[in-house]
Nanobody
Framework: VQLVESGGGSVQAGGSLRLSCYGA????????MSWFRQAPGKEREFVAR????????NYTDSVKGRFTISRDNAKNTLYLQMNSLRTEDTALYYC???????WGQGARVTVSS
């Protein structure tokens, strides 16, 4: 099983980034998937979730209206579009396969003021 995140980087507050997570070695299109993040010195926290078909999503309150989770099952790829980034969004972002407990290696996002 492989989950490979990409698209992280450094951006100024108010900017945008799009994270991608490519999955291989499992049936990508049948599992709900999520994004989590872990800020320095803090616990890992839930960010967003999408069901297997992509038609149901939910978000933690702090990112609602700014982040959008989506997926392309034909490409085995999960996305997180992050707009209006804030300094408090700085974290290591992980993709996760629900019910399988598969984690990616993390993509670092740094937002500066």
């Amino acid at each position: 099983v492989q989950l490979v995140e990409s698209g992280g980087g450094s951006v100024q507050a108010g900017g945008s980034l799009r994270l991608s997570c490519y999955g291989a070695g499992f049936s990508f299109g049948v599992w709900d998937m999520s994004w989590f993040r872990q800020a320095p010195g803090k616990e890992r926290e839930f960010v967003a979730r999408i069901n297997w078909s992509g038609d149901t999503t939910n978000y933690t309150d702090s990112v609602k209206g700014r982040f959008t989770i989506s997926r392309d099952n034909a490409k085995n790829t999960l996305y997180l579009q992050m707009n209006s980034l804030r300094t408090e969004d700085t974290a290591l972002y992980y993709c996760y396969v629900n019910s399988r407990n598969y984690w990616g290696q993390g993509a670092r996002v740094t937002v500066s003021s």
